[in-house]
């Protein structure tokens, strides 16, 4: 399928995207807005951050959850390498298992290991096909994220990359960051239901969210209300 | 064989999905939000490809989606239609 939009629309919304962007104090708090979703979005992850960059490919603006990974991801234009950088490079995903077994980065991973940070999962942030910046994610330990962490951060930076294209300035960036954060709190009382429903019925995933599906459909209830009522079990309805 | 093929169901969900996001100025980040909401588990461009058929997606996501719509386009008399609205067997036609 074809994208309609034609060479000279991409290249203005584009840089409509980049020049917000540009606009620092209320871009660096959208940005460090987006790092907490991250964080929040992968248990596992200890700390987060999201790096936009310009028309030139050049970091401008750059937000953490700390100052560890702040000073990590700093570190990796310093000496040009990073899965950051090779994430951006190849326009892929990458992920670091152990840190102290990595030789792709050796530099690198040594601060890495020195900083105290075992793993690192790192997507770019695509938008109508070119490349607005990267998301990443850290963690204390080695072999923390899977290819089911894979999946949820590449899920996020999709979910950001729109929401910076649709966004019409930064502080719209934030308001929707913020829905993110509060659509990540509900999903996962959602995914506890299904975990509980799972157990009790002997079921696989799939089917008890079918199950839940078909259950607040029969209830005309939303499904939030049901799944924290099954999550809570002060009035589990027992599903 | 009764039962409509995957395929099938999967357009004849999209058509509906489509008509009441339209007819509810329900826009596709606001979908996709509340889709992923409910538990979601693909991206936006995905369900962008399964609104213009041009991917069937699994039956969960489609009734996942229908819900996600239903759910913003609430009071709307036209509901998008489950998975199990749209096969000839009904609920019942499991196996």
Not at chain 1, 93 to 117: C, F, I, Y
Not at chain 1, 203 to 220: G, N, Q, S, V, W
Not at chain 2, 28 to 35: C, I, K, V
């Amino acid at each position: 399928m074809e994208s309609e939009v034609s060479a000279m629309e991409l290249t203005t919304a584009i840089a409509h995207v980049q020049r917000m962007l540009l606009d620092a104090p209320a871009a660096t708090a959208a940005v460090a807005r987006l790092a907490e979703v991250a964080r929040e979005l992968i248990p596992m992850a200890t700390g987060a951050g999201v790096t936009l960059v310009d028309e030139h490919g050049q970091p401008r603006t750059t937000a953490a959850t700390d100052p560890a990974v702040e000073a990590l991801d700093r570190l990796q234009y310093e000496l040009g390498q990073g899965p950051c950088l090779t994430a951006w490079d190849t326009v892929s995903m990458q992920r670091v298992d152990d840190t102290a077994e990595d030789t792709r980065w050796p530099e690198w991973a040594k601060a890495a290991v020195a900083t105290g940070l075992g793993s690192v999962l790192s997507t770019p942030l695509v938008f109508r096909g070119q490349e607005v910046g990267a998301i990443k994610v850290y963690a204390s330990g080695p072999h923390a994220f899977t290819e089911h962490e894979e999946h949820l951060l590449e899920l996020l930076a999709g979910a950001a990359a729109t929401l910076l294209g649709a966004a019409q300035d930064p502080g719209e960036i934030h308001r929707l960051s913020t829905s993110l954060k509060f659509a990540l709190a509900d999903r996962q009382v959602v995914l506890i239901a299904v975990g509980i429903l799972m157990e009790r019925h002997q079921i696989d995933r799939e089917a008890a969210h079918r199950l839940l599906l078909a259950e607040t459909r029969r209830r005309e209830m939303p499904v939030i209300v049901l799944a924290a009522c099954v999550a809570g079990h002060a009035d589990d309805p027992r599903l | 064989m009764p039962v409509a093929d995957e395929a099938t169901i999967a357009r004849v969900q999209a058509c509906g999905l489509a008509t009441v996001l339209e007819a509810a100025g329900v826009e596709l980040d606001g979908l996709w939000l509340q889709y992923f909401r409910l538990g979601g588990d693909l991206g936006v461009m995905e369900v962008e490809a399964y609104l213009h058929h041009a991917l069937v997606l699994p039956a969960l996501q489609r009734d996942l989606l229908a819900c996600a719509c239903n759910e913003l386009a609430e009071g709307h008399p036209r509901r998008a239609p489950y998975a199990a609205d749209c096969s000839p067997a009904g609920e019942a036609g499991a196996g």
